[in-house]
C-alpha cells in the first residue's frame, strides 16, 4: 500500500510559480510511475502529467505543456510538479497519483491517490 501526500500548494499571483511535492511512503517508490492530477470546482478530476519510474518518459496534458514540469527524486522518495506561468484556471486541487504501470497513465485511474492539495491563482 503506497500513501501520498501533498505539499507545496497555495495562492499565487496570474504569472507567478509554485512547486507541489508529494512524498510517498513505499520504500519500492522507484518501481511505480507517478503523476498529478487537478479537479477544480464544479468540474471532472484532469490528467496534468507523468512521470515513469526512470525519469526517462514524461506526459503532460496540452494545457500545461511548456509550463509544468514533473520530476522525481527516488532516493526521496518524492515526486514534483514546478508549475510557471500560472493563469487563474490552473486553480483546483491538485492530486498525486502512482500506479504500476506508466502506460495508459493518463486513461486509467491510477491505484494510489493523495488527499489533493489546493493551488488558487488570483487574476
Known amino acids: 500500500q503506497v500513501q501520498l501526500v501533498e505539499s507545496g500548494g497555495g495562492l499565487v499571483q496570474a504569472g507567478g510559480s509554485l512547486t507541489l511535492s508529494c512524498a510517498a511512503s513505499e520504500r519500492t517508490f522507484r518501481h511505480y510511475a507517478m503523476g498529478w492530477f487537478r479537479q477544480a470546482p464544479g468540474e471532472e478530476r484532469e490528467f496534468v502529467t507523468a512521470i515513469d519510474w526512470s525519469s526517462d518518459s514524461t506526459n503532460y496534458a496540452n494545457s500545461v505543456k511548456g509550463r509544468f514540469t514533473v520530476s522525481r527524486n527516488n532516493a526521496k522518495n518524492t515526486v514534483y510538479l514546478q508549475m510557471n506561468s500560472l493563469k487563474p484556471e490552473d486553480t483546483a486541487v491538485y492530486y498525486c497519483?502512482?500506479?504500476?504501470?506508466?502506460?495508459?497513465?493518463?486513461?486509467?485511474?491510477?491505484?494510489?491517490w493523495g488527499p489533493g492539495i489546493q493551488v488558487t491563482v488570483s487574476s
Open positions: 497519483a502512482a500506479d504500476s504501470r506508466y502506460r495508459d497513465f493518463d486513461q486509467d485511474e491510477p491505484d494510489y
